[in-house]
């Protein structure tokens, strides 16, 4: 049997090339590589696409955070709350812009935060003050926002948060960095909110050939902040209202995301398929819990992570698959509450979270996976499940 990699470019590559070398050749043609006619053609098209009223191409995911969250008016010392159960980034940009992650449980069974998880949050890590303010324990930090990450593709619940949170007070940014295409009844990430950041990381479901984000939002004025922190705090050239960045989407990004962008609703299309075939293919057994499939229907599956039971046997089913050829990954094995870069913020040991990070796999499911390698998959995940499983 070959092997049969967890993520492969260059099956996407085949599809795409030409569109993609002649966008690049159009770009190298004009030599306008900084901001201009190409990279706002891609803005537009984006907007579009997600239904948003505007978007702001940046440098990076993480750049893409950082500047939403000073935008959703973040100040030094203020504190946020971020999910521990995240990339490294969702919690990084939050310290980079100046504030202070308050940790945050996920919803065990979706892997994003709820209006649970989120006050509990608020009434176990922090304490009100006699002005209603919550304050973190530790460091006393006033708490003014959340950072609600989509994370592998599915949609946090952002009707239900956003009434939540106007209720305590607090702005919401998201990161919707795996989520881009999906929506929740309708609306993508950043329409229920200040903002939305995404990136386009290579491996993303809509990846550049190299770093890239955006920005997306309903707000013109948070939309114009971003156009302004993106290019050293100037909105003239030469004059510069505030510190600001160089963070901006490289024209031959958005060209290249401009040829891809047309593939992106059969891809995640595909991805849907493919999710659903393996959760059909997982019912009848009880050494992992997959996905739901009803209660996620609206993901755009970045990843497909099934839980186990019990963490040995994660470890034992991953060795196996990979002495069988098939690639899997961990996102993600170190949760960020236990980071060295984040221990000024440790505030103690978080249940479902370490559990999570312990007991996830993330099974292959890019769009050019053939159903006969997921079935290959899908043969040696169950085989290798019942070897020495649960008795
Ligand atoms: C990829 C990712 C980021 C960072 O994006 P970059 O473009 O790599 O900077 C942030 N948050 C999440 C959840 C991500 O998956």
Redesign the pocket.
């Known amino acids: 049997m070959s092997p049969i990699p967890f993520f492969d470019l260059t099956r996407q590559y085949g599809q795409v090339g030409e569109q993609v070398k002649s966008a690049v050749l159009s770009v190298l043609s004009t030599q306008q590589f900084i901001l201009g006619e190409t990279v706002s053609r891609f803005e537009k098209k984006i907007a579009d696409f997600l239904g948003t009223a505007h978007a702001a191409g940046v440098a990076?995911?993480?750049?893409?955070?950082i500047l939403l969250l000073k935008a959703a008016g973040l100040e030094p010392g203020e504190a946020v709350l971020v999910p521990s159960f995240?990339?490294?980034?969702?919690a990084s940009?939050v310290c980079l812009a100046g504030g202070r992650p308050v940790w945050t449980e996920v919803d065990e069974n979706r892997y994003v935060v709820s209006p649970e998880t989120l006050e509990n949050a608020l009434l176990t890590q922090c304490v009100q003050g006699p002005d209603q303010i919550y304050r973190s324990r530790q460091g006393n930090h006033p708490v003014r926002g959340i950072v609600v990450?989509?994370?592998y593709g599915q949609m946090a619940d952002m009707e239900k948060i956003s009434a939540w949170a106007g209720s305590r007070g607090l702005w919401v940014v998201e990161?919707a960095?795996?989520s881009i295409g999906a929506r929740l009844h309708g609306k993508s990430a950043g329409i229920l909110s200040k903002g939305a950041?995404y990136?386009?990381?290579p491996?993303?479901n809509l990846g550049g050939g190299g770093?890239?984000?955006l920005v997306t939002t309903e707000d013109a004025q948070l939309a114009e902040r971003i156009r302004s922190l993106r290019v050293h705090g100037s909105r003239q050239r030469y004059i510069h209202e505030e510190l600001g960045y160089n963070s901006r989407l490289d024209a031959l990004q958005a060209a290249i995301l401009e040829a891809k962008l047309e593939f992106l609703p059969g891809w995640n299309a595909r991805r849907q398929t493919l999710a659903k075939r393996y959760t059909e293919s997982f019912s009848g057994q009880d050494v992992f819990r997959a996905p739901d499939w009803n209660d996620s229907g609206d993901s755009v599956y970045?990843q497909y992570t099934i839980e186990f039971r019990r963490p040995e046997d994660r470890d034992r089913v991953r060795k196996k698959m990979a002495e069988a050829g098939v690639g899997t990954e961990i996102y993600y094995p170190v949760p960020q509450h236990r980071q060295r870069a984040f221990q000024p913020y440790f505030q103690g040991d978080m249940g479902i979270t370490d559990r999570l990070s312990s007991s996830v796999l993330s099974l292959p499911i890019f769009p050019e996976l053939t159903d006969g390698e997921q079935d290959t998959i899908i043969r040696v995940l169950l085989d290798a499940s019942r070897q020495g499983g649960v008795s």
Do not use: I, M
């Open positions: 990076s995911g993480t750049d893409a955070l995240t990339f490294y980034a969702s940009s990450v989509h994370l990161d960095c795996q950041a990136s386009f990381f491996t993303k770093d890239g984000g970045h």
